[in-house]
């Protein structure tokens, strides 16, 4: 069964840093979708970035970049210059065709002044 | 842009008490969820509809139903809330079962207090 892990329930970065949020999943299928969602507090989740399996370059959307390790099944979300509106839960996610999105258990990002 | 709405932010209802909670997209998204969100655990997929009148039961579907009349509008019911069910419940919509790379667009969330 595919399984998706954050191991890290809270993170904490000072403002303008970079951080790294950790993501490893696994699964048997060689065409999937791996996203990270952002959840600020009391606000919807967005998508943050996503990432195509078959795609060796990993993505990137302005300040946010993943590093996808295909063979070593980890997706971790690197945020450089980090602002206060940063701070949020954020979730990785997989998906590999059907239906089913699988959620990891969220990593808290905090971001200190 | 595509907006999710749900019925209610924040919800208190007493055991016993049948709850619904509704969910209404404006894209003509074939997809439509219901997640649980509760801390530690992440998000769980409670069930799934694809079409209208068409739903697959997701991960924990005991004690919930749902229903789908209009390809916009999807509910989760509670048939008889009980104080497990607390927990923050979050709709979700996707364009179509065939394009998985489509992201989900999330709505704001029900906080449901079962007493």
């Known amino acids: 069964a595919q399984t998706v892990t954050q191991s890290q329930p809270e993170m904490s970065v000072q403002e303008a840093e970079t951080v790294t949020l950790s993501c490893t999943y696994d699964?048997?299928?060689?065409?999937?979708?791996l996203f990270w969602y952002k959840q600020p507090p009391s606000r919807q989740m967005i998508l943050v970035i996503r990432?195509?399996?078959?795609?060796?370059q990993n993505a990137t959307e302005n300040r946010f970049s993943v590093n996808f390790q295909k063979a070593a099944k980890s997706f971790s979300l690197k945020i450089s210059d980090s602002q206060l509106g940063d701070a949020a839960m954020y979730f990785c996610?997989?998906?590999?065709?059907?239906?089913?999105?699988?959620f990891g258990t969220g990593t808290r990002l905090k971001v200190l002044a | 842009d595509v907006k999710v709405t749900q019925s209610s932010r924040y919800l208190v209802k007493r055991t016993g008490e049948k709850v619904f909670l509704e969910c209404v997209q404006d894209?003509?998204?074939?997809?439509m969820f219901w997640y649980r969100q509760d801390p530690g655990l992440g998000l769980r997929l409670i069930y799934f509809?694809?079409?209208?009148?068409?739903?697959e039961k997701g991960d924990i579907p005991e004690g919930y139903s749902v229903s789908r009349e209009k390809k916009e509008r999807f509910s989760l019911i509670l048939e008889s809330a009980s104080t497990n069910q607390t927990s923050m419940y979050l709709c979700?919509?996707?364009?179509?079962?065939?394009?998985?790379?489509?992201?989900?667009?999330f709505g704001p969330g029900t906080r449901l207090t079962v007493l």
């Open positions: 979700a919509s996707s364009l179509s079962r065939e394009m998985i790379r489509n992201e989900q667009f």
């Open positions: 699964t048997s299928e060689s065409d999937y979708y």
């Open positions: 990432q195509e399996a078959y795609k060796q």
């Open positions: 996610a997989y998906t590999s065709g059907t239906y089913k999105y699988i």
């Open positions: 894209m003509d998204h074939e997809n």
């Open positions: 509809s694809y079409d209208v009148k068409m739903k």
